[in-house]
Nanobody
Framework: QVQLVESGGGLVQSGGSLRLSCAAS????????VGWFRQAPEKEREFVGA????????KYADSVKGRFTISRDNAKNTVILRMNSLKPEDTAVYYC????????????????????WGQGTQVTVSS
């Protein structure tokens, strides 16, 4: 089973930027969509964005559209989440996840369609 590892979180001021990475170890996710989710204290884990296996399709939550961008490098087994114009309400633990179904043309926005998760990386945006 592929394992996912997130990195790149940290503390940033409002309006700043961060770059999160999701790397696959003990396997590959090159033929699977990859999603990013986040969970703030006492809130449900929510969808942030996702990218299809071929990078031909991306989806974003309305709250991050225009500020966040997802890309992938299948040669390096890595997916990147670039976050710009960060706001205090973006503060959360960010998780990447592998879509369960292979070779789907469009990535899923539903947590239930992802079957492998990373341990998460904390993002804190100060006002």
């Amino acid at each position: 089973q592929v394992q996912l590892v997130e990195s790149g979180g940290g503390l940033v001021q409002s309006g700043g930027s961060l770059r999160l990475s999701c790397a696959a170890s003990r396997g590959t996710f090159n033929t699977y969509g990859v999603g990013w989710f986040r969970q703030a204290p006492e809130k449900e884990r929510e969808f942030v964005g996702a990218i299809s296996w071929s990078a031909s399709s991306t989806k974003y939550a309305d709250s991050v559209k225009g500020r966040f961008t997802i890309s992938r490098d299948n040669a390096k087994n890595t997916v990147i989440l670039r976050m710009n114009s960060l706001k205090p309400e973006d503060t959360a633990v960010y998780y990447c996840a592998k879509q369960a179904a292979r070779l789907r043309l469009s990535p899923s926005t539903s947590r239930s369609e992802y079957d492998a998760w990373g341990q998460g990386t904390q993002v804190t945006v100060s006002s």
